[in-house]
């Protein structure tokens, strides 16, 4: 069994959000931004919904854990991501010094944690962040599969 202090437990929670994304008919990715195994922010892609580009899963964790700990800085933070996060997203998570970033599935177009732009590591940035990926990989790319295979 799956406890609050193994990636695998909230990666599975991301994966649940990445349903609700799917269900409104949006690209299923899920995040949940964690603290001493207590969750700070979570969200689900809605960029079609909120009419915001913006509206990435990530965003919207940072946006509700800014909130909830009235600060833009989210340091000794875990961010997890059913889908390696684009170029906004990673540097969004530079500039609010998230410690780690652990996410399931790779994107080669628009990867930024090292598929496509490293930019989550790089050495010119003032912070750089410790990745983890594959967790949970293989349910996050079928859910990914399926949903753009039923788009086509």
Known sequence: MLNPTDHQYWMQQ???LAEKA???GEVPVGAI???????LGQ???QPIFSCDPTSHAEIIAMR???KKI???RLVDTTMYVTLEPCAMCAMAMVHARIK?????TSEPRTGAGGSLYQLLQHAGHNHQIEIVEGVLQQQSAEMLKRFFKARR
């Open 14 to 16: 991301a994966l649940l």
């Open 22 to 24: 799917e269900a409104a």
């Open 33 to 39: 931004l964690v603290k001493d195994n207590e969750i």
């Open 43 to 45: 969200g689900f892609n």
């Open 64 to 66: 509700e854990a800014g």
């Open 70 to 72: 009235q600060n833009y």
């Open 100 to 104: 780690t970033v652990v996410f399931a």
